[in-house]
T-cell receptor, first 114, second 115 residues
C-alpha cells in the first residue's frame, strides 16, 4: 500500500513554543489530508481536513488559531501547534487520501509539552 | 452527527480461536462506508476491512469478515483462526458518502490473543 510519513516521530518542547509536524505522502499525490489527535488509550479524534491549495476545514471545538494547518503541495501538509501548553501533549496522526479515496495513515507524532 | 459505539473495551481470545468485536453506529445518512482499523503497539493505523453501505454482501478479507446489519446499524468484525499478531486495538469507523475521507472512530476494543 501507499506510504505516509510523519516528522518528527517524537518532539518535546517547552510551554509557549510552537511545534511543526510534517505529513508527507511518499508515493502518491494527496489532494486531501486529515489530522487526528489521540489521547492515551482513547480513540482518534478528527481535528481538521486539509485540502491542497485552500484553507483547512476544522472540526467543531478545534481552535484554528491554535492548530495551524498548511497544505502547500500535493504531498505535504503541516500542522503547527502554536504557543503549546501541557494540555496539547498528545499523539497526532495524519492521513492522506489518494485520488480513488483510499486513505493511508502516517505513523504518528508524540508531542510532549513541558 | 454520527456516532460510533464499541461496547467492548477489552476482549481476549486464545490463539486459533474465533472472536467477534461489536460496533454499532448512528446516522441518518443512506450513503456511507464502514471500516475496521487495527492499531498495534507501534501505533500505526492499518485498514482491516471496509464495507460500503449500499452493498448487501458482507465484506471478507482472508481471516477477517464482517456482519453488516444495516437496519440494526450494526457492524461487527469476526476474526477467525486468531493469531498472536492480531493483538491490537481495533477501531470501528464511519465515513459519510457526502464527505469522503472524514472518518469518525469508535472508542476502540483492545484485543489480546493468548498462546
Amino acid at each position: 500500500g501507499a506510504v505516509v510519513s510523519q516528522h518528527p516521530s517524537r518532539v518535546i518542547c517547552k510551554s509557549g513554543t510552537s511545534v511543526k509536524i510534517e505529513c508527507r505522502s511518499l508515493d502518491f499525490q494527496a489532494t486531501t489530508m486529515f489530522w487526528y489527535r489521540q489521547f492515551p488509550k482513547q480513540s482518534l479524534m478528527l481535528m481538521a481536513t486539509s485540502n491542497e491549495g485552500s484553507k483547512a476545514t476544522y472540526e467543531q471545538g478545534v481552535e484554528k488559531d491554535k492548530f495551524l494547518i498548511n497544505h502547500a503541495s500535493l504531498t505535504l501538509s503541516t500542522l503547527t501547534v502554536t504557543s503549546a501548553h501541557p494540555e496539547d501533549s498528545s499523539f497526532y496522526i495524519c492521513s492522506a487520501q489518494d485520488r480513488v479515496n483510499e486513505q493511508f495513515f502516517g505513523p504518528g507524532t508524540r508531542l510532549t509539552v513541558l | 452527527a454520527q456516532t460510533v459505539t464499541q461496547s467492548q473495551p477489552e476482549m481476549s481470545v486464545q490463539e486459533a480461536e474465533t472472536v467477534t468485536l461489536s460496533c454499532t453506529y448512528d446516522t441518518s445518512e443512506n450513503n456511507y462506508y464502514l471500516f475496521w482499523y487495527k492499531q498495534p503497539p507501534s501505533r500505526q493505523m492499518i485498514l482491516v476491512i471496509r464495507q460500503e453501505a449500499y452493498k448487501q454482501q458482507n465484506a471478507t478479507e482472508n481471516r477477517f469478515s464482517v456482519n453488516f446489519q444495516k437496519a440494526a446499524k450494526s457492524f461487527s468484525l469476526k476474526i477467525s483462526d486468531s493469531q498472536l499478531g492480531d493483538t491490537a486495538m481495533y477501531f470501528c469507523a464511519f465515513m459519510r458518502g457526502s464527505t469522503l475521507g472524514r472518518l469518525y472512530f469508535g472508542r476502540g476494543t483492545q484485543l489480546t490473543v493468548w498462546p
